[in-house]
Nanobody
């Protein structure tokens, strides 16, 4: 069973950028859907973006045009490039295997001046 480990979170000022990475312990080449979700304090978990095995991408309305999801099957990684960050992007970000329902432990992103 694949395990997922996120990294790259941190504190950034509004308007800044961060790149999150999700490293899988096994091959992701055959996984049809890899996703990013986020959960802000006191709120339910929110879908952020999905990338298919054919690299088709979809985004949540609040991040479309600012975030980019990508995958590298050779390195078994999924990334989330986040630009023009806003305070409302503050959350714990989770990597998700959409085929098997597996979650990483999350990485904290804080956008604040």
């Amino acid at each position: 069973q694949v395990q997922l480990v996120e990294s790259g979170g941190g504190l950034v000022q509004p308007g800044g950028s961060l790149r999150l990475s999700c490293a899988a312990s096994g091959s992701i080449a055959s996984i049809n859907y890899m996703d990013w979700y986020r959960q802000a304090p006191g709120k339910s978990r929110e879908w952020v973006a999905t990338i298919t095995s054919g690299s088709i991408t979809t985004y949540g309305y609040s991040v479309k045009g600012r975030f980019t999801i990508s995958r590298d099957n050779a390195k078994n990684t999924v990334s989330l490039q986040m630009n023009s960050l806003k305070p409302e992007d503050t959350a714990v970000y989770y990597c998700h295997d959409g085929d098997f329902g597996l979650w990483g432990q999350g990485t904290q992103v804080t956008v604040s001046s």
